[in-house]
């Protein structure tokens, strides 16, 4: 049972329920409701390997290294620390299966929903580190109705007094009768013209997205212009441009707020005309204009990928897809390294990647062999029960990391390493033997492994005796390199 006390059972169906609405396949629904067999029961890779092959197996293994990842920034409180929040999130995007990934968003995303079952402590916690790691990882995938639910669901557990007022105002400033109206009076414009469409409908925008630009712009809510808006989706591109034309027909535009993403993408593929036009009682109204495959990529981002590739190649649309992702991490790299070298103005010196997954000739962020093979490695360090994420150069080592924290001058063993194995750092929880093995993207290194209390004993008592006999602690050496990893 879990906290909530419904049965286990039921997020393990809820994940993979998330999975099937956006269009996910069957091995990454069925990686869905097995996610956290490896973490959570006695099943162990081999068995899962051995009852539902390679493919389901392989994303459960990912997606059980992603939450290990995710509990250790949890623990030392990555996100908060803005530089290796954003390593973070390259890291899981660079050292996991895209469809890892997802399964990971769409577990976060059920825990979020059920998350009053939990102290408020952790509540709170869990909300940051939602906010702060995967709401941007939603966001890069372009996955804006998993965005928009978690941003939502964090606001009322991190700002709970703003966000049901906020609430309380939305429900009393929106005007449902306006938008009705509205909606009316666009569909009879769209026939006179013959023009077709598929949906129209009213929304609004989303309590959190109403908050931020409230903080950002110091505005009230009677300020926000796009609260209420229309939502059209047509059958071309060349309908989406007749169909604004409509629209500026019937109401006059607010100057300064059109904007046209179908010309000039956002950097996770996102297309759509927004206007904004001055609705019946002199009420804003965003217009948001896009085609039926513009929406499927706004809503379920590179997930909406899956749904139209089939049958139109002759490689297997899985393989396709990994050559997409691959590339798409690349340019996110560059992305993360160049934002390093221009904090300042970043905004505004970075032009945006193309549309993924295609990249034009002068793009800054297409690839590069000096961008994508010598690109950064991102590991997490453990030192004195501190998590930090350390950005090396490719074919860096264990011994760079040793030197970069001043271990490097330790007097080792002709065999490399202290011999006593509990002195040696960890690499993924094993005993390193060999200080040039390479460092690999989201490797995890302990400094610091744990020394048995006895152990622990015996070095005091051997330090204390050659200070009874007069002795000073050499620096280097053999009785240095039997302290490494040594803790008061």
């Given at each position: 049972m879990r906290a909530s006390g419904d049965p286990y059972l039921q997020h393990c169906v809820e994940t993979a329920v998330l999975l099937a609405l956006i269009g996910a396949n069957s091995t990454v629904v069925a990686a869905g409701l097995l996610h956290d067999t490896l973490d959570d029961s006695f099943l162990c890779y081999d068995y899962i390997f051995g009852k539902f092959g390679a493919g389901v197996a392989d994303l459960v293994e990912g997606v059980s290294k992603l939450s290990h990842l995710s509990k250790l920034a949890r623990d030392n409180n990555t996100a908060s620390k803005t530089v290796e929040a954003d390593r973070l999130h390259t890291m899981f995007l660079a050292m996991a299966d895209a469809r890892a990934v997802l399964i990971k968003l769409a577990d976060r995303l059920h825990n979020m929903m059920t998350l009053d079952a939990l102290p408020l402590a952790k509540q709170q916690r869990f909300a940051k580190e939602t906010l702060e790691i995967f709401v941007p990882l939603a966001n890069r995938l372009g996955i804006s109705s998993w965005k928009v639910q978690l941003e939502n669901l964090c606001f009322k557990h991190l700002n709970p007094d703003q966000h049901k007022e906020l609430s309380s105002k939305l429900l009393d400033s929106f005007d449902d009768a306006m938008i009705t109206s509205a909606t009316e009076r666009l569909e009879r414009a769209l026939k006179d013209k013959a023009i077709s469409y598929h949906v129209l409908c009213g929304r609004h925008k989303s309590l959190y997205s109403i908050y931020c630009k409230m903080l950002k712009k110091k505005l009230n809510m009677d300020e926000i212009?796009?609260?209420?808006?229309?939502?059209?989706?047509?059958?071309?591109?060349?309908?989406?441009?007749?169909?604004?034309?409509?629209?500026?027909?019937?109401?006059?535009?607010?100057?300064?707020?059109?904007?046209?993403?179908?010309?000039?993408?956002?950097?996770?593929?996102?297309?759509?005309l927004h206007t904004v036009v001055m609705g019946e009682g002199m009420i804003p109204l965003e217009v948001q204009i896009r085609t039926k495959e513009m929406h499927l990529q706004a809503e379920f981002g590179f997930a909406a990928h899956w749904r139209y590739k089939e049958g139109d190649c002759k490689h297997p649309s899985f393989v396709l897809q990994m050559v997409e992702w691959a590339r798409w991490v690349v340019t996110w790299q560059c992305e993360a390294m160049s934002r390093d070298r221009s904090s300042i103005g970043y905004a505004d010196s970075i032009k945006p990647p193309c549309t993924f997954p295609s990249h034009s000739d002068d793009c800054p962020y297409s690839y590069k062999p000096h961008c994508g093979q010598d690109g950064p490695v991102f590991v997490i360090m453990m030192e004195n029960d501190k998590m930090s994420v350390q950005e090396f150069p490719t074919n860096s080592t264990i011994m760079d990391l040793l030197e970069r924290t001043g271990r490097g001058s330790l007097r080792w063993t002709p065999y490399g390493f202290p011999l006593k194995e509990e002195l040696r750092p960890r690499l993924n929880h094993a005993a390193?033997?060999?200080?040039?093995?390479?460092?690999?993207?989201?490797?995890?290194?302990?400094?610091?492994?744990?020394?048995?209390?006895?152990?622990?004993?015996?070095?005091?008592?051997?330090?204390?005796?050659?200070?009874?006999?007069?002795?000073?602690?050499?620096?280097?050496?053999?009785?240095?390199?039997?302290?490494?990893?040594?803790?008061?």
């Open positions: 212009h796009d609260i209420h808006g229309l939502r059209l989706i047509v059958d071309n591109e060349e309908d989406c441009y007749e169909a604004l034309k409509v629209v500026h027909q019937l109401w006059s535009e607010v100057p300064g707020k059109f904007k046209d993403y179908i010309t000039q993408p956002k950097f996770n593929g996102y297309q759509s390193v033997s060999d200080p040039t093995c390479k460092l690999q993207m989201g490797d995890v290194v302990e400094l610091t492994p744990a020394i048995p209390d006895k152990s622990l004993t015996e070095y005091r008592e051997e330090i204390q005796r050659m200070y009874d006999r007069g002795m000073s602690v050499p620096s280097t050496g053999p009785a240095a390199s039997s302290m490494v990893g040594w803790r008061s």
